[in-house]
């Protein structure tokens, strides 16, 4: 299946195993067509064994394994670490904690313990220890402002040229998703905006 982002034009193509994947593990946390975008644009990194799938936010794992999964299908073996201090999150409406024994039922079920790594941190604490290898970077832990801000100061210099941040949640519901996303892009030299809807697809270009 080919996916056109907005309003870049930019096409991704993701096998029928993919699109098949995408509705199984559709979830309130990113439903199928997301999901799909989220695949289309982790497939065209052209991944080498050293590079790294990132996910600040993983709450039960869910987007973590559909995307090892989505990655094994087309040979990738690469690590996916998930950021997130789980039930230490604080949380509100529409922020839930993650669950970090869900999380690793989510890892052990599909057997991708030797793949999915969860770094049970705050993302600020976490930065430092995370390796400026990242060719997917999914941007989905504290929605606040200055949360946002923060994570894509900190990793957004991380990731490799060609590589592609993915933002969740751009949408009314999340003004501080919303702006920060927008600071950066307006801000920043390096990375193009793909796509957006409710949520958004950046590429390092530069
Ligand atoms: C919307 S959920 C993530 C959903 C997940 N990406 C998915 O698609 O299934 C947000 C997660 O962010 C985590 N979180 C909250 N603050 C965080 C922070 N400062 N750093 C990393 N994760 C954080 C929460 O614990 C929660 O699990």
């Known amino acids: 299946m080919e996916l056109t982002f907005t ?18 593990y559709s979830s309130v946390m990113m439903d199928n067509a997301e999901l799909s975008c989220l695949a289309g644009a982790a497939l065209a990194f052209p991944w080498t064994p050293d590079a790294l799938a ?7 794992g869910t987007t973590a394994a559909f ?3 989505s990655m094994f299908d087309a040979g990738h073996l690469n690590h996916i670490i998930s950021i997130d201090p789980f039930e230490r999150a604080p949380t509100s409406p529409g922020n839930p904690a993650g669950k970090y024994e869900v999380y690793l039922k989510t890892m052990h079920d599909r ?17 430092p220890a995370v390796p400026d290898r990242i060719g997917f970077l999914i941007v989905d832990g504290n929605h606040e402002f200055e949360s946002v801000q923060q994570d894509l100061a900190l990793y957004a210099p991380k990731v490799l040229p060609g590589g592609f941040i993915f933002l ?30 409710w949520f958004a697809i950046l590429q390092r270009t530069g």
């Open 7 to 24: 309003p870049s034009g930019f096409v991704a193509t993701i096998p029928d195993t993919v699109v098949k994947r995408a509705d199984e």
């Open 54 to 60: 990132v996910e600040i936010g993983s709450y039960e």
């Open 67 to 69: 995307l090892a999964e």
């Open 111 to 127: 057997g991708l313990e030797d793949r999915c790594v969860p770094l049970v941190a705050f993302s600020h604490h976490a930065a």
């Open 168 to 197: 969740d949640d751009y949408t009314e519901a999340y003004p501080g998703v919303v702006r920060a996303t927008d600071e950066f892009v307006e801000a920043s030299a390096d990375f193009t905006l793909l796509h957006k809807s």
